[in-house]
């Protein structure tokens, strides 16, 4: 099954059960899904570490907040009518033309210059 086929029958089950869901309601949901991902104890603590990550996603909930971000990614994008394919592509291809730092910030994100 494909990542399409996967989205579509997302986006079914939440038409069917999610009738009166706004793009701000999704948003709203969207951030809570994320931040769920984000307190996870072991992620805050070895964020840093790449291959301390690894183990995140079998030791922790993190891989299945990950999957409720996407249910509100898919949500947003079905309600708005946005070619989420086309839009990845089209948003990679100006990104790699963007100059981006060496190391990430105090944040921990990489934040491509002005
Ligand atoms: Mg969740």
Redesign the pocket.
């Given at each position: 099954m494909s990542i399409e086929d996967v989205q579509k029958e997302i986006v079914l089950w939440q038409s069917d059960n999610f009738p009166g869901s706004t793009l701000v309601g999704i948003c709203n949901h969207m951030i809570k899904?994320a931040k769920?991902a984000q307190s996870d104890s072991r992620w805050v603590e070895h964020y840093q570490k790449y291959e301390d990550c690894r183990l995140i996603a079998t030791e922790s909930e993190f891989a299945?907040?990950l999957a409720?971000v996407m249910f509100t990614v898919f949500h947003a994008a079905h309600l708005a009518g946005v070619d989420l394919e086309h839009e990845l592509r089209s948003k990679l291809a100006k990104n790699k033309l963007r100059t981006w730092p060496k190391e990430p910030g105090e944040d921990g994100c990489y934040h491509h210059e002005k």
């Open positions: 899904e769920e299945e907040e409720d």
